[in-house]
């Protein structure tokens, strides 16, 4: 069990920057410390692995005190039992890919790591190149190599930072299921820090959502990003919509609840909140349906009419901002743009479930 | 006095090279590395004799060592032994010419070296001099080649500072370029041509050894 709370002040220009208040706690499987760039997610994995200082804190990892500005503990990087995989993975250039497992290997006879290195390099999938220069290695092999001599060094905890965000995509994915079944066969607890979102949802058994240097919800990943629980995490999550309104009534049979936003209402699931009570609701925008026509008979529970804003194509989909009074942000494919024939101006309907509008504390 | 001049040149570089190779990797690594007050300028003291004219760092030189300067008079006190004009005298001096450039080449290849190569190793549980061994002594090794070379021609050329420190005594301090510039003043004009074509040679071997050994790996 990693035990983390620590803060660190970061003053840039003179002026109190950026500031580290991160309280978390991981235990074992795959932990995943998701944010966006500049969240603290590195510095928080650093401050762990004895590379940054935090101002005040304690990190502790099962019995082990790694830091704690009370009893002044600072243990040297070299005691703490910390694999850390960098995102360029960082091989040794000077050796080759099994120097560079066996240069962790703590076994001290020759035998002993020999075999613990052809263990490693086996585990991860790379033995046919052990006798080859990181330079004659491809992006994703050296990341194997990285991980191997982590895990070589017999760490009690593996720190991953982005570790598959030099890698082309096909190789990332099949990383991705590897990292997983490596955890599993070795019962080593990962940290994993990544800013995308598939990542994070594939590989997480546990995810940490972190912005602006702090951890704004802790949960299972697939329900941090369905059902973020504030603001902050919302945001991290990527809930596009955040609505602001009251409790207008409560429909306790119907097992809904009705929220006004001053020029609409929406519908939610039962809440237990007081009439009145001010609320946030986040909705995704890949949760609203658009449609060119009023349709009366659907389980939707909300519909709402409007006309589009604009569109604006991102990548693999387009992010559609409707005007119904309030700016929504609704996520199609370019597929559906062009069914609907949709452009700026012309009329449309959303429809929203009341399962998909989530209130944030 | 060709064959003695040799002698004496070799002896004298060899010994030179050698100290100022890990002292002056020693010292660039403690300015690559460290943060203390005063680092600066101890970066500006040792680079000095390489503005100098070489004549004035040998006057500091015998100002520091000589028979009443302070580190040659407790030299003296302890062991009843004067380092002018002997062959050490010569090696010291070729030793503070060459000194700038081994901690300049040295210094600027560990600083161009990726930190956190050494973070790895501490994280694999590797101590301070175990990593630079191992690590951070190898990625720099190409930059602190350069400047073992830059300091052995250096302290094979030097002629003002070891005159004045060493003298020109023959076949004691009378190091090659003192011997040409003797030969050559006393109209001995084949033996000055012949130990200048040796320098000429020795110069040409060794920046060859230097590419070599410098040379880039070969990709795959």
Same mark, same amino acid.
């Given at each position: 069990?990693?035990?983390?709370?620590?803060?660190?002040?970061?003053?840039?220009?003179?002026?109190?920057?950026?500031?580290?208040?991160?309280?978390?706690?991981?235990?074992?499987?795959?932990?995943?410390?998701?944010?966006?760039?500049?969240?603290?997610?590195?510095?928080?994995?650093?401050?762990?692995?004895?590379?940054?200082?935090?101002?005040?804190?304690?990190?502790?990892?099962?019995?082990?005190?790694?830091?704690?500005?009370?009893?002044?503990?600072?243990?040297?990087?070299?005691?703490?039992?910390?694999?850390?995989?960098?995102?360029?993975?960082?091989?040794? @250039?000077?050796?080759?890919?099994?120097?560079?497992?066996?240069?962790?290997?703590?076994?001290?006879?020759?035998?002993?790591?020999?075999?613990?290195?052809?263990?490693?390099?086996?585990?991860?999938?790379?033995?046919?190149?052990?006798?080859?220069?990181?330079?004659?290695?491809?992006?994703?092999?050296?990341?194997?190599?990285?991980?191997?001599?982590?895990?070589?060094?017999?760490?009690?905890?593996?720190?991953?930072?982005? @570790?598959?965000?030099?890698?082309?995509?096909?190789?990332?994915?099949?990383?991705?299921?590897?990292?997983?079944?490596?955890?599993?066969?070795?019962? *080593?607890?990962?940290?994993?820090?990544?800013?995308?979102?598939?990542?994070?949802?594939?590989?997480?058994?546990?995810?940490?959502?972190?912005?602006?240097?702090? %951890?704004?919800?802790?949960?299972?990943?697939?329900?941090?990003?369905?059902?973020?629980?504030?603001?902050?995490?919302?945001?991290?999550?990527?809930?596009?919509?955040?609505?602001?309104?009251?409790?207008?009534?409560?429909?306790?049979?119907?097992?809904?609840?009705?929220?006004?936003?001053?020029?609409?209402?929406?519908? %939610? @699931?039962?809440?237990?909140?007081?009439?009145?009570?001010?609320?946030?609701?986040?909705?995704?925008?890949?949760?609203?349906?658009?449609?060119?026509?009023?349709?009366?008979?659907?389980?939707?529970?909300?519909?709402?009419?409007?006309?589009?804003?604009? $569109?604006?194509?991102?990548?693999?989909?387009?992010?559609?901002?409707?005007?119904?009074?309030?700016?929504?942000?609704?996520?199609?494919?370019?597929?559906?743009?062009?069914?609907?024939?949709?452009?700026?101006?012309?009329?449309?309907?959303?429809?929203?479930?009341?399962?998909?509008?989530?209130?944030?504390? | 006095?060709?064959?003695?001049?040799?002698?004496?040149?070799?002896?004298?570089?060899?010994?030179?090279?050698?100290?100022?190779?890990?002292?002056?990797?020693?010292?660039?690594?403690?300015?690559?590395?460290?943060?203390?007050?005063?680092?600066?300028?101890?970066?500006?003291?040792?680079? $000095?004799?390489?503005?100098?004219?070489?004549?004035?760092?040998?006057?500091? $030189?015998?100002?520091?060592?000589?028979?009443?300067?302070?580190?040659?008079?407790?030299?003296?006190?302890?062991?009843?032994?004067?380092?002018?004009?002997?062959?050490?005298?010569?090696?010291?001096?070729?030793?503070?010419?060459?000194?700038?450039?081994?901690?300049?080449?040295?210094?600027?290849?560990?600083?161009?070296?990726?930190?956190?190569?050494?973070?790895?190793?501490?994280?694999?549980?590797?101590?301070?001099?175990?990593?630079?061994?191992?690590?951070?002594?190898?990625?720099?090794?190409?930059?602190?080649?350069?400047?073992?070379? $830059?300091?052995?021609?250096?302290?094979?050329?030097?002629?003002?500072?070891?005159?004045?420190?060493?003298?020109?005594?023959?076949?004691?301090?009378?190091?090659? @370029?003192?011997? *040409?510039?003797?030969?050559?003043?006393?109209?001995?004009?084949?033996?000055?041509?012949?130990?200048?074509?040796?320098?000429?040679?020795?110069?040409?071997?060794?920046?060859?050894?230097?590419?070599?050994?410098?040379?880039?790996?070969?990709?795959?």
């Amino acid at each position: 069990m990693l035990n983390v709370a620590i803060k660190k002040q970061f003053a840039s220009n003179g002026r109190a920057g950026f500031a580290l208040n991160a309280a978390f706690t991981a235990s074992q499987g795959i932990t995943v410390l998701f944010g966006a760039s500049g969240s603290g997610k590195t510095t928080t994995l650093r401050s762990i692995a004895g590379m940054v200082t935090p101002d005040a804190g304690r990190i502790s990892l099962g019995d082990a005190v790694y830091f704690d500005s009370t009893t002044r503990v600072d243990l040297a990087m070299q005691k703490r039992r910390v694999g850390f995989v960098f995102q360029d993975y960082l091989l040794f @250039p000077h050796l080759s890919a099994a120097e560079n497992v066996a240069y962790g290997a703590k076994a001290r006879h020759e035998r002993v790591r020999r075999q613990r290195v052809d263990e490693m390099l086996k585990l991860v999938g790379v033995d046919y190149a052990a006798g080859r220069r990181p330079a004659q290695l491809s992006g994703g092999e050296q990341q194997r190599v990285a991980l191997a001599r982590a895990l070589a060094s017999d760490p009690a905890i593996l720190l991953l930072d982005e @570790p598959l965000s030099a890698v082309d995509a096909a190789t990332r994915s099949r990383l991705l299921d590897e990292m997983v079944e490596v955890q599993r066969k070795t019962g *080593i607890p990962f940290l994993y820090v990544t800013h995308s979102p598939a990542d994070a949802v594939r590989i997480g058994d546990s995810l940490l959502a972190m912005a602006e240097g702090s %951890i704004v919800q802790q949960g299972r990943p697939r329900e941090v990003f369905n059902a973020p629980l504030n603001v902050p995490a919302a945001r991290v999550v990527g809930t596009e919509n955040i609505l602001v309104g009251r409790i207008a009534g409560h429909q306790p049979e119907e097992g809904i609840s009705a929220v006004d936003l001053g020029v609409c209402r929406i519908a %939610i @699931p039962r809440s237990q909140l007081a009439e009145g009570s001010r609320v946030t609701l986040g909705i995704r925008a890949e949760d609203i349906i658009v449609s060119r026509e009023c349709i009366s008979r659907t389980s939707a529970r909300n519909l709402l009419a409007g006309k589009v804003r604009h $569109l604006l194509r991102d990548g693999e989909s387009v992010e559609l901002v409707a005007d119904c009074g309030v700016d929504l942000k609704v996520r199609i494919t370019p597929q559906a743009e062009r069914a609907l024939e949709l452009v700026p101006g012309v009329e449309i309907y959303l429809l929203i479930k009341a399962s998909s509008c989530h209130i944030l504390p | 006095m060709i064959w003695s001049a040799f002698k004496i040149s070799v002896l004298v570089v060899s010994v030179a090279t050698v100290a100022v190779t890990l002292a002056g990797t020693a010292l660039a690594f403690v300015l690559a590395r460290r943060e203390f007050r005063g680092k600066e300028a101890l970066d500006s003291l040792v680079t $000095l004799p390489m503005v100098l004219p070489p004549t004035v760092t040998g006057y500091y $030189l015998i100002l520091l060592l000589g028979r009443r300067g302070p580190l040659g008079q407790c030299l003296y006190a302890l062991t009843g032994w004067t380092v002018a004009f002997t062959w050490e005298a010569a090696a010291i001096a070729a030793g503070a010419m060459a000194l700038p450039l081994m901690v300049k080449s040295a210094r600027a290849a560990l600083e161009s070296i990726d930190r956190r190569y050494e973070l790895v190793s501490f994280g694999l549980g590797k101590s301070e001099l175990e990593t630079f061994f191992r690590v951070t002594l190898p990625l720099a090794s190409r930059g602190i080649l350069a400047g073992v070379v $830059l300091s052995f021609a250096r302290a094979l050329g030097e002629f003002g500072a070891t005159l004045m420190l060493a003298g020109n005594i023959r076949g004691k301090t009378q190091t090659m @370029p003192l011997a *040409i510039y003797e030969a050559f003043i006393s109209g001995e004009d084949q033996k000055a041509q012949l130990m200048a074509l040796i320098l000429t040679l020795t110069s040409i071997a060794v920046i060859y050894l230097a590419n070599v050994l410098t040379r880039p790996p070969k990709a795959a």
